[in-house]
């Protein structure tokens, strides 16, 4: 989803297999090119920026593979370099079946200095549920964006968010749902600052109030960063999230990350791994978890076609589930 309510609930930010909430389409996290940490070594010797607040553990969780479950068929198409739709039908026996539509619209070379970053993205599904992203860069350093989220004919979430980039900071400031009837809003504020070229200090500050309610979570945050891999901490009153990113050559990644939540009193030791396999046009994703769930997803470039087959299988040893998909990229 993205929103600042899954911040608001603790350090853990992951959907983990056989959860019973549906699967999360592809824009409910920020855009990559959006959350990326610019991570490079300046050449005038000054600190780089940190990068996004959201992207402290991305180099970890990308080595993770992303639950498939059922039968997916995602179709791609270009319709102009800077208009792009895809129509994803996906059939499962645990979640509803259904299917979805996606649209960008991108940003021109001329615009941007990101030469993808999409502007303006949409997606709706058989339910009628509207995912909806405004992506704007008002200036070099300052960027903004709009979310709004409903389920069904319901609003579930609405939220604006304003980002500024400097030489050597990040700072960013996110209302969600704001209601004047009902006295409530969710603020959020992040802040990173590079201390060092390879060490980014920083924290972020959410705040709720609502009629029955008011209250504050700060969470403080620490990265330090070598040219193969990444540790990083977040750590506050709503828990610990803990990982580290290892690259051990060009076909093998491995991350470990520990999560602890105080509101669920549960704590979550996860390992997993990606190889890439050039010569074959394939890529494995694995994982195993202190909670007995083991999984992996093979990813086969079909060349000459233009096509990807995804295969993935989820097994919960002490829940006795398991969890099979196949899915056919096309584009």
């Known amino acids: 989803m993205g929103s600042v309510l899954a911040l608001s609930s ?18 409910n996290a920020h855009p990559a ?27 970890c969780k990308d ?5 498939i479950e059922g039968v ?33 619209h991108l940003q021109s070379d001329d615009y941007s200095k990101d030469k993808d970053a999409p502007a303006l993205i949409g997606e709706m ?13 008002l200036s070099e350093h300052v960027r903004a964006r709009t979310v709004f989220q409903t389920q069904q004919s319901q609003f579930v979430t609405w939220q604006f968010e ?28 992040h802040f990173l600052q590079s201390v060092s070229s390879g060490l980014v200090l920083g924290g972020e ?21 070598r040219p193969n891999w990444v540790v990083t901490l977040n750590a506050g009153k709503g828990g610990a999230h803990a990982s580290y990113y290892h690259r051990a050559n060009k076909q093998i990644q491995v991350g470990v990350e520990f999560e602890a939540s105080t509101r669920t009193q549960e704590t979550t030791t996860s ?43 989820f097994v919960n040893h002490r829940g006795d589930k398991l969890q099979v998909g196949l899915g056919v990229n096309v584009g």
């Open 125 to 137: 599904d058989s339910s009628g549920s509207l995912n909806a992203h405004a992506l704007l860069h």
């Open 33 to 59: 090119h959006w959350d990326r940490p610019p991570r490079w070594e300046r050449r005038d010797g000054r600190l780089p920026n940190p990068g996004s607040f959201h992207s402290l553990h991305r180099s």
């Open 72 to 104: 997916k068929m995602i179709v791609n198409k270009t319709l102009s370099s800077f208009f792009k739709v895809s129509h994803t039908l996906h059939l499962s026996a645990v979640s509803p079946s259904c299917y979805r539509f996606h649209v960008e």
């Open 271 to 313: 390992f997993g791994y990606q190889m890439e396999l050039p010569e074959a046009n394939m890529v494995f994703r694995g994982m195993i978890n202190s909670r007995c769930i083991i999984g992996g997803v093979l990813e086969k470039r079909l060349t000459p076609l233009p096509a990807t087959l995804i295969m993935g299988a």
């Open 162 to 189: 304003t980002e500024y980039r400097g030489s050597d900071f990040t700072a960013a400031v996110t209302v969600a749902n704001p209601d004047i009837l009902k006295e409530s809003v969710i603020l959020v504020a």
């Open 10 to 27: 603790g350090p853990s930010h992951h959907k983990w297999p056989f959860s019973t909430e549906p699967p999360p389409s592809r824009w």
């Open 63 to 67: 080595v993770f593979p992303h639950q």
């Open 205 to 225: 500050l959410v705040y709720h109030r609502g009629r029955a309610e008011e209250g504050g979570i700060l969470t403080l945050a620490g990265q330090y960063s």
